[in-house]
């Protein structure tokens, strides 16, 4: 097995569309569906398994890898929301919006939870 060590990086860099940087662009344009399809796939997937963090591999060419921190889910569900409402991916939508309610049910559970715990 061949291992491969990654830098880990901010995920905004690969992730949200700037003018100042043609190759993201290009990027989004040819593969933002299926990326941001699994990135909230992944980002779901580690709130229900109670995840402080995630790091993916956006592109095997990158050299990167991206890292996610539970406080930030959100914005990427966010993020995410607007490609899908701006590309007319209304489906997507549909399943970014169920993945924003389980993160907030599940706060909203750890945050009762921690209360339970201090009294």
Known sequence: M???LLNTVDWRKYLIEDNDNPRIKKFLES???SVFVE???AVNFANKNGRDKIVLIVHPNAGNAILIKETEYMEVYDIAMKYF???ENYEACSLV????TNFLKRKSKKRLQ???NLT
């Open 39 to 41: 990135l909230t796939r």
């Open 114 to 116: 921690n209360h339970k």
């Open 85 to 87: 409402e701006k590309n």
């Open 31 to 33: 593969r933002g569906n």
């Open 97 to 100: 919006s169920k993945y924003k």
């Open 2 to 4: 061949n291992t491969q």
